[in-house]
């Protein structure tokens, strides 16, 4: 595909279950980001994959939250034990990751997770 | 801690006007300086990149501007249209993740 994609659009859980979000990036994007969006704000940054390893994960909120990238394409992004809090837009952008100030990130439509 | 602001919230105006958008940043070592577009229910769109080395860029009716070293800059819209209507974000890249602000929301009305 020519741009990023995130399964599912919508998830709704109940609270205490697991959920997994997944993302594909574009293709040649060696670099991926997850962003968590709430209603009426700005996206917040949550984890950066450089290929397979996390460069940076500073943003994820606790130990619920885990992400993954084993084969340094497709993403998955992990949350147990769901809460209410965590109800928001999960954003995941890719780019080029070549380190240049002219390195757009590209962002996929999202996925709504909603936890009852 | 970079912190990113973005005014007004909310902004309406009639089909047609000239609009200025303001976004201001804490920490003026930054890699770029993004500017988004989201619609409803949908992701964010690049709009333009200003890189750290730059003053501005323009796209068509878009025109951003960048002041490092007062951390600021602003997209100005020409001649608003009713398909101009979305939220737009800043967003600044100083550390390989981008920082938003909170957004505009437009409406431009016929």
């Known amino acids: 595909g020519a741009g990023v994609s995130q399964t599912p659009s919508n998830k709704v859980t109940e609270k205490g279950k697991y959920v997994e979000l997944r993302c594909d990036p574009i293709s040649g994007h060696t670099a991926l980001y997850w962003y968590r969006q709430s209603l009426g704000q700005g996206p917040e940054f949550l984890i950066y994959f450089q290929g397979t390893g996390a460069a940076d994960d500073s943003g994820l909120p606790n130990d619920r939250f885990f992400a993954v990238r084993p084969e340094g394409s497709v993403s998955t992004l992990k949350i147990q034990r769901t809460e209410r809090g965590d109800s928001a837009v999960y954003l995941c952008a890719s780019s080029l990751g070549e380190g240049l100030t002219t390195d757009t990130q590209y962002f996929g439509p999202g996925t709504r997770l909603t936890v009852l | ?110």
């Open chain 2, 1 to 110: 801690k970079q912190e990113v602001t973005q005014i007004p919230a909310a902004l309406s105006v009639p089909e047609g006007e000239n609009l200025v958008l303001n976004c201001s940043f804490t920490d003026s070592a930054i890699y770029n300086l993004q500017w988004f577009r989201q619609d409803p229910g949908k992701g964010l769109t690049s709009l333009l990149l200003i890189q750290s080395s730059q003053r501005e860029q323009t796209s068509g009716r878009l025109n951003a501007s960048l002041d490092k070293s007062s951390g600021r800059s602003t997209l100005y819209i020409a001649a608003s249209q009713p398909g101009d209507s979305a939220t737009y974000l800043c967003a600044v890249d100083n550390t390989d993740k981008l920082i938003f602000g909170t957004g505009t929301r437009l409406q431009v009305f016929p």
